[in-house]
T-cell receptor
Framework: DADVTQTPRNRITKTGKRIMLECSQT?????MYWYRQDPGLGLRLIYY???????NKGEISDGYSVSRQAQAKFSLSLESAIPNQTALYFC????????????FGPGTRLLVL | AQSVTQLGSHVSVSEGALVLLRCNYS??????LFWYVQYPNQGLQLLLK??????LVKGINGFEAEFKKSETSFHLTKPSAHMSDAAEYFC??????????????FGTGTRLTIIP
C-alpha cells in the first residue's frame, strides 16, 4: 500500500462549490504539506503543518483552508472554488528537519468549471 | 529568503548522450539542495540531495549532482541518457531556520525528452 494517499484522484466541480481534498500518510511523520502544480510554475506551497496543533500559510493560501485532524491526516478545502484553482494538487510528508526528504502522494487533478 | 532558478524549461537529448539539467540557487545561509523527478501521472520522488557532506552527490538511476558554492549551482548530470529518463525534473532548496518555518522552495521544472 502507498505511504501517502490522496482522495479523490480526479475531481470536476463548478464555480462556487466547496470542495475538500484529503491526504493520509502511514509514514509516521509529523510534517505535512499541500502544494499545487501549474504548468511552467513548478510547485507552490499552499499550507503546511509541523504537528497536529501547528498550521502555517504558504505562499498561495488565499482561497484555501486546511485541517489537521490527526498526525496522519491533513485536508485541504476550497471554500468557494474558482476556475483559476484548476490545477494538480499534491500532499507531502516529511520527518522533522530542513534536510529531510519530502514524500509525495500521487496527486489530485482538479478542474473547476 | 531562498530561491531556485532552473535554466531551460525543456531539454531534449539523444539516447546515450549526456544529460545536463541546470539549477542555480540563492540563499542567505548554507542551503540544503534537492533534485526531485516526476514521471508522467505520478507524484514527485527524490532523486538526490545535498546536505553539506560531500559536494558530489550520487542519486538513483545513475544521476549525480555537484554543489558548487562559488557558482551557487547544483546541476544534475547523467553520462548516458536512457528512454526511461523522460520525465520532469525539479530542483529545490531548503534552509535551516531558528523560527521553525523551514520550507522547500521549488524551481519551475525542466521537462526532459529523450530522442531515440
Amino acid at each position: 500500500d502507498a505511504d501517502v494517499t490522496q482522495t479523490p484522484r480526479n475531481r470536476i466541480t463548478k464555480t462556487g462549490k466547496r470542495i475538500m481534498l484529503e491526504c493520509s500518510q502511514t509514514k509516521g511523520h509529523d510534517r505535512m504539506y499541500w502544494y499545487r502544480q501549474d504548468p511552467g510554475l513548478g510547485l507552490r506551497l499552499i499550507y503546511y503543518s509541523f504537528d497536529v496543533k501547528d498550521i502555517n500559510k504558504g505562499e498561495i493560501s488565499d482561497g484555501y483552508s486546511v485541517s489537521r485532524q490527526a498526525q496522519a491526516k491533513f485536508s485541504l478545502s476550497l471554500e468557494s472554488a474558482i476556475p483559476n484553482q484548476t490545477a494538480l494538487y499534491f500532499c507531502a510528508t516529511s520527518p522533522n528537519g530542513a534536510w529531510e526528504t519530502q514524500y509525495f502522494g500521487p496527486g489530485t487533478r482538479l478542474l473547476v468549471l | 529568503a531562498q530561491s531556485v532558478t532552473q535554466l531551460g524549461s525543456h531539454v531534449s537529448v539523444s539516447e546515450g548522450a549526456l544529460v545536463l539539467l541546470r539549477c542555480n540557487y540563492s540563499s542567505s545561509v548554507p542551503p540544503y539542495l534537492f533534485w526531485y523527478v516526476q514521471y508522467p501521472n505520478q507524484g514527485l520522488q527524490l532523486l538526490l540531495k545535498y546536505t553539506s557532506a560531500a559536494t558530489l552527490v550520487k542519486g538513483i538511476n545513475g544521476f549525480e549532482a555537484e554543489f558548487k558554492k562559488s557558482e551557487t549551482s547544483f546541476h544534475l548530470t547523467k553520462p548516458s541518457a536512457h528512454m526511461s529518463d523522460a520525465a520532469e525534473y525539479f530542483c529545490a532548496v531548503s534552509l535551516l531556520s531558528n523560527f521553525g518555518n523551514e520550507k522547500l522552495t521549488f524551481g519551475t521544472g525542466t521537462r526532459l525528452t529523450i530522442i531515440p
